[in-house]
């Protein structure tokens, strides 16, 4: 990534361990600059430190005491808010964007960048948001759409990680699926497995598009293929051997009634 990741800036919190909580989230989601206005004081030996988790090594002991006019003078700031506007006559919190869509929004942003955070159970104030340049919310349910701090702060790091995590602890699932050539050799076991089976003819043409279809979805793994592929080449073996015995001791197929 060519740019910095965002810094966070949490204002009047009154909670030390949501300010330990958002730096633990800082740190899963790669940032590291943690920016405090009117902090609570943090004990060493206190929540704040015990909530961070590993971010007590290096993002909460380097966090900076700044003030609210900093902030706005010098970063590209996002005011993140519970409630919100309903229409262009409440401009201060209208528009605003969801974690997902600001994500979209700020890969075109080329400045330094402050994602705000309020103080609990009110969050940032009118006055404050209308210094703010965009306004972040998340969705939630109308009957309680107010999330903790450190909740809300964790969601929307989380929505941003595409711009602040080059690589995670997850494989990369798109090298998972099969090779197409034994994605293939299934469909064509599928196919012996119905005959062998019996199975109306005018139905496998069908049936075959159809099994088709649910694996394209699912793309399955190279294990998985294999497994399966072994699963069908036994019980199509153990059909023809059926057959086999059947037509030797020429005895009538119960499976045709």
Same mark, same amino acid.
């Given at each position: 990534m060519s740019r910095d990741p965002p810094v966070v800036v949490v204002v009047d919190?009154?909670?030390p361990g949501n300010?330990?909580?958002i730096a633990r989230a800082m740190k899963n989601f790669g940032m590291t600059d943690l920016k405090l206005v009117n902090p609570p004081e943090l004990d060493p030996d206190g929540e704040a430190h015990g909530f961070a988790g590993h971010a007590r090594e290096d993002v909460l002991p380097n966090a900076d005491e700044v003030t609210f006019e900093e902030v706005v003078a010098n970063?590209?700031?996002v005011g993140c808010t519970a409630i919100t506007g309903e229409d262009s006559r409440r401009h201060v919190r209208f528009p605003? @964007?969801?974690p997902r869509e600001l994500a979209d929004s700020l890969r075109t942003v080329d400045a330094p960048t402050a994602l705000v955070f309020g103080r609990e159970g009110r969050g940032l104030d009118n006055e404050e948001l209308a210094q703010l340049d965009e306004v972040c919310s998340i969705p939630a349910?109308?009957?309680y759409p107010v999330l903790n701090l450190g909740q809300a702060a964790t969601i929307l790091l989380y929505e941003l990680r595409d711009?602040? +995590?080059e690589e995670t602890q997850l494989p990369d699932v798109e090298r998972e699926r099969a090779e197409e050539a034994d994605i293939e050799r299934f469909h064509d076991y599928v196919g012996d497995f119905l005959d062998a089976s019996g199975y @109306?003819? +005018? @139905?496998?043409d069908k049936t075959r598009r159809l099994v088709r279809r649910l694996v394209g979805r699912a793309h399955p793994t190279d294990r998985e293929i294999h497994t399966l592929l072994g699963v069908l080449r036994r019980a199509t073996a153990q059909l023809d051997h059926r057959s086999e015995l059947l037509d030797e001791y020429d005895e009538p197929d119960r499976w045709d009634k």
């Open positions: 919190a009154k909670t300010i330990g909580t970063y590209h700031t605003f @964007k969801t349910s109308d009957d711009l602040t +995590v @109306k003819p +005018v @139905k496998r």
